[in-house]
């Protein structure tokens, strides 16, 4: 059975930085492209970055502009969101997800129960 555990989520001032961890329970890694996805109140879940099985290659979507940078290292069994230069836009429930059509972004199956990234001061 694959779990997903996230962590990292926090509040944090404008301007400032996060690093999101997920840990892929039950399975191997680098089985699965992964993603990071986010919610945030009252709005759809939406995609935010994926990562190859090898991690050779990553895409993210345009609100990132450079701010934020997805990560995975297999032999951890860990992927990760380093999230530079935050707004209070940004604040979501942050979710990681496994198994995703990086291309297309359309997620897979397997999702993490979340971590809230609180932007404000």
């Known amino acids: 059975q694959v779990r997903l555990v996230e962590s990292g989520g926090e509040l944090v001032q404008p301007g400032g930085s996060l690093r999101l961890s997920c840990v892929v329970l039950?399975?191997?890694?680098?089985?699965?492209?992964m993603a990071w996805f986010r919610q945030a109140p009252g709005k759809e879940r939406e995609f935010v970055a994926a990562?190859?099985?090898?991690?050779?290659?990553?895409n993210d979507a345009d609100f990132v502009k450079g701010r934020f940078i997805i990560s995975r290292d297999n032999d951890k069994n860990m992927m990760y969101l380093e999230m530079n230069s935050l707004n209070p836009v940004d604040t979501a429930v942050y979710y990681c997800?496994?198994?995703?059509?990086?291309?297309?972004?359309?997620?897979?199956?397997?999702w993490g129960q979340g971590t809230q990234v609180t932007v404000s001061s």
């Open positions: 039950g399975a191997t890694s680098s089985r699965f492209d």
């Open positions: 990562i190859s099985r090898s991690g050779s290659y990553s």
């Open positions: 997800n496994a198994g995703v059509t990086r291309l297309t972004k359309q997620p897979g199956p397997y």
